[in-house]
């Protein structure tokens, strides 16, 4: 539970609704806001959204039972089910707020309630990296003062204003992570964060399939900078081809972050899978996160950080002190090493982290357990193909691939060039098996794919077998 959130008498003014009181409702204090029916409580405003698979209309009596007492309701289902939702609120004591949109209208309360706070408002985004960028920067500003940053990858047009509901009055900083993959999303979630810092970690070709266009990925990215007042601070990488586009026409100063333009920066050491050493106002930082798209990520929350006056030493320490993320770059050392980095993949993370493996000086074989890149549309077949080519000249003694369209990666693969075992799989239970027999003693395995495809269970599996 949260502190309070509303009251019930105050939320007709804030989302234009109508209240509707059961007979022997009491006023209760509203303290948490879900959207899962599962996760209602005794003070919890529920909002009833349609999804995929079901309505949260259709959950109000479990709501109810739960303990939770207000609910949203969308105007046209009142309509209809009237009788319904009012034998429920009179057999639970509890209350709608009928409204228009539940989704518009918990982005508004979002947007209001976060209004109220004095917390210094921070939003990233980008193609790749913003997930991890952000728990960079949450990691500096944390020594600093009290912050925030929103659990996960809450980034969504619902999950971001769920997030919003934990800014505590105390914090001084708060953090947002800002995904999209459609029009119009990035206008929303600045709608409700209106952030007076950001930065872009990269253009890529992450949702490509639903928005056509690396242009059209940079063209809703660059919303983000537009929201910024005259006089704040964006920053996007100083290598982005769409830099020059991203910065023209925006009010606020957008600033190049990187191993050329990040202040303070004076070198680095690679250290492999332990990271790396950054040489940075003449001390050297150890930095926990392997790979150059992390130091990238790192250099990034440096230059925000420091842009908007955090003190050396908080962006020292926070650097030193970040933790990897479950499924992001995280190491499973043991007889067989694992780097698990499945928590998402789209053409341009899965060639980086290939070209990673690649450099990595290591005694032992690597191997590579690939799936499929989600959300690709049209373009999906090229990608893998293109993969496939790059996966030939990888130097890997093993790439085994999951998924359909993984299928397209391993006709390329398996042309002349390439020296290594090369299998493809349908099914997730022949892989275990298979790599169950190939692995050996030294080998470092790299584990990637989109997230519906949960690499990780090949990770437990193999790992669990060798205890």
């Not at 680095?268 to 150890?286: H, N, Q, T």
Request: charged share 25%.
């Amino acid at each position: 539970m949260t502190d309070r959130l509303y009251r019930l008498g105050e939320l007709p003014g804030l989302t234009g609704g109508e209240v509707y009181r059961g007979p022997g409702f009491c006023e209760e204090e509203i303290r948490s806001v879900a959207i899962d029916s599962r996760e209602t409580s005794p003070g919890s405003l529920f909002v009833p959204l349609k999804g995929e698979r079901t309505d949260g209309h259709l959950h109000m009596g479990e709501v109810f039972s739960r303990g939770c007492r207000v609910s949203l309701v969308e105007r046209g289902f009142w309509n209809r089910e009237r009788e319904t939702f009012q034998a429920y609120a009179a057999k639970h004591r509890a209350a709608y707020i009928v409204v228009a949109s539940p989704l518009e209208t918990l982005q508004r309360l979002a947007a209001s309630f976060l209004a109220g706070k004095k917390a210094f408002r921070i939003g990233i985004t980008g193609s790749n990296g913003k997930t991890t960028t952000k728990e960079i920067v949450g990691s500096i500003l944390s020594r600093e003062a009290p912050s925030f940053m929103n659990r996960g990858n809450l980034n969504s047009d619902i999950g971001l204003p769920l997030s919003v509901f934990e800014v505590k009055d105390e914090a001084r900083y708060a953090v947002f992570e800002m995904g999209m993959n459609r029009r119009g999303e990035m206008d929303i979630l600045t709608g409700i964060v209106r952030p007076q810092a950001a930065l872009i970690t990269n253009i890529g070709t992450a949702h490509i399939g639903l928005l056509g266009s690396k242009e059209n990925i940079a063209a809703e990215k660059k919303r983000i900078l537009a929201a910024l007042d005259k006089g704040r601070r964006g920053y996007v990488y100083e290598g982005d081809e769409y830099f020059p586009f991203l910065k023209k026409g925006v009010a606020a100063d957008v600033l190049p972050f990187g191993e050329k333009t990040t202040p303070g920066f004076e070198g680095v050491r690679d250290l492999g899978l332990e990271g790396y050493e950054i040489i940075w106002k003449g001390k050297a930082l150890r930095f926990p996160l392997p790979g150059p798209h992390n130091l990238r990520n790192a250099l990034g929350a440096i230059s925000l950080c420091g842009g908007i006056g955090v003190s050396d030493e908080a962006i020292r320490r926070g650097i030193e002190e970040t933790a990897p993320l479950f499924g992001r770059g995280q190491i499973f050392r043991g007889e067989v090493t694992f780097l698990q980095d499945c928590y998402n993949a789209n053409p341009d993370s899965m060639s980086t982290a290939v070209d990673f493996m690649r450099g990595l000086p290591w005694k032992g074989r690597k191997v590579a357990v690939l799936a499929s890149m989600k959300e690709l549309g049209e373009s999906s077949p090229g990608a893998h193909r293109d993969l496939g080519a790059q996966l030939r000249e990888s130097g890997f003694d093993g790439v085994f691939l999951l998924g359909g369209e993984m299928e397209a990666a391993y006709r390329e693969l398996e042309g002349p060039g390439f020296p290594g075992v090369a299998a493809h799989f349908v099914d997730i239970g022949p892989l275990e098996r298979v790599l169950d027999t190939f692995l050996r003693a030294g080998d470092l395995v790299l584990l990637k794919g989109s997230r519906s495809m949960a690499l990780e269970r090949v990770t437990e599996s193999l790992r669990r077998s060798r205890v």
